[in-house]
């Protein structure tokens, strides 16, 4: 492992981008303070430093930002497609005239590195682009009974007011997949983003502002008190959907909410996803396709390869060239060009991180690389292999989200995917052969919503994102997004 690279000048930058950000509520299309005056500090994860105090949303406030949701959803419902798209367009363009100051901010606020927040932003921006071209194909239908007595006419009407709360890992991109669609269907939404990475969400409530959205189509509610806002503006019933990523635990409590007052969600949740490689993979693009599955983002995305089963006649050297690779990035501040692995995003991420490590070593697990958090000022760990896992090591059973990858041997195709399997989630996979198929007899056995074969890279805001078992239910992106932030009615037409 690398020591850290202590750069003061970039967290000089971070606290001056985060100084450009509005820090208090959106609701209704202005800033706000919150209604008991109550604020929280939000970190640099690289030494611990305030970056900004913004306004802690109340349950008061809450129910502001759906009233202000209320009171624009007819007018927005009516707005004509084109011009919904046209909000959209601008929007987009404007987030890519300023991809650097947005991943500035992002690093700043979540830690990951510069290159990682840039690529961020330019994949957010994308939805921004698909939708406002999605938002002027909406479908419908008419076609005749089968008994010839009438017309079936189909149309798709905004499902109503939505409630979007998303996480920390991807501040952009987790608020811009959740806001396109809805902006496109025509809905009125409140935005509840992590109260680890507020500012990148406050930064996109006054973009879309920049680009004419009408006030209170897009409210945005920081907040600490996570539970109690949100339960308020799902109980109002005008809200009809919740839109949620994150934790299967927290998912679950969500939708016995919703099912109160039957409100539509979408879940993505949890995942632990699996690397499959077989004897006969190319080893040169599975570790390249390895770090890419694994180290995205440091390790902290529900998307990221989370247990790597190897066949046993490469298992060593796949192995090695993993632990070589991980071994060599540089850690330290993500704001500092030459750093390859920013911070952890609190120190809470981090100490999970490192009790999952150890009980790998109690399970019987050899260290390649990395295993042991360094001193110092912040929440870092640094990329770490683990080998000779055992099958029932305990960290396989849990969600790392963190730069560990630890190697378990397998010997047959039908140990892959027993092992690949068995999981209660099923986000995403990943598998590398040579014999085409072979990977895809094995991706249609896998038990995920999505498959990376020979690719370390699945999501594109043009397809439909989503898991299976305990990963959630709905899919954002796609033609499938734009649907689940509709309404289908049916009329019969007399003819």
Known sequence: MTDVQETTDATAVAREVAAGVPTGLLIGGGQRTASDGGTFDVHNPVDGSVLATVANGTRDDAQAAVDAAGDAAAAWAATPPRKRSEVLSRAYHLMIERADWFAKLITAENGKVFSDARGEVVYAAEFLRWYAEEAVRIPGSLQTAPGGANKILVEHRPIGIAILVTPWNFPAAMATRKIGPALAAGCTMVLKPASDTPLTALAIGALFEEAGLPAGVLNVLPSRSS?????????????????????????????????????????????????????????????????????????????????????????????????????????????????????????????????????????????????????????????????????????????????????????????????????????????????????????????????????????????????????????????????????????????
């Open 227 to 495: 539970g109690a806002v949100v339960e308020q503006m799902v109980r109002d019933p005008r809200s009809r959907k919740l839109s949620f990523t994150g934790s299967t635990e927290v998912g679950v409590k969500l939708m016995q909410l919703a099912a109160e007052s039957v409100v539509n969600t979408s879940m993505e949740l949890g995942g632990n996803a699996p690397f499959v490689v077989f004897d006969d993979a190319d080893l040169d693009e599975a570790v390249a396709g390895a770090m890419i599955a694994k180290m995205r983002n440091g390790g902290e995305a529900c998307t990221a390869a989370n247990r790597f089963y190897v066949q046993s006649g490469i298992a060593a050297e796949f192995s090695g060239r993993l632990a070589d690779a991980m071994g060599a990035l540089r850690t330290g501040d993500g704001l500092d060009p030459e750093v390859q692995l920013g911070p952890m995003v609190n120190e809470t991420a981090r100490d999970d991180i490192a009790r999952l490590v150890e009980t790998a070593k109690e399970d019987g697990a050899t260290v390649l690389t990395g295993g042991t958090a360094p001193d110092g000022a912040g929440w870092f760990y640094p990329a770490t292999v683990l080998g000779d896992v055992p099958e029932q090591a305990r960290i396989l059973q849990e969600e790392i989200f963190g730069p560990v990858a630890p190697v378990v041997t397998f010997e047959t195709e039908d140990d892959a995917v027993r092992l690949a399997n068995g999981t209660p989630f099923g986000l995403v996979s990943y598998v590398y052969t040579r014999d085409i198929g072979r990977g895809l007899r094995v991706s249609e056995r896998i038990e995920s919503g999505m498959v990376g074969l020979n690719r370390g890279l699945v999501s594109d805001p043009a397809a439909p994102f989503g898991g299976m078992k305990e990963s959630g239910i709905g899919r954002e992106g796609g033609a499938e997004g734009l649907l689940e932030y509709m309404e289908s009615q049916y009329i019969a037409v007399a003819w």
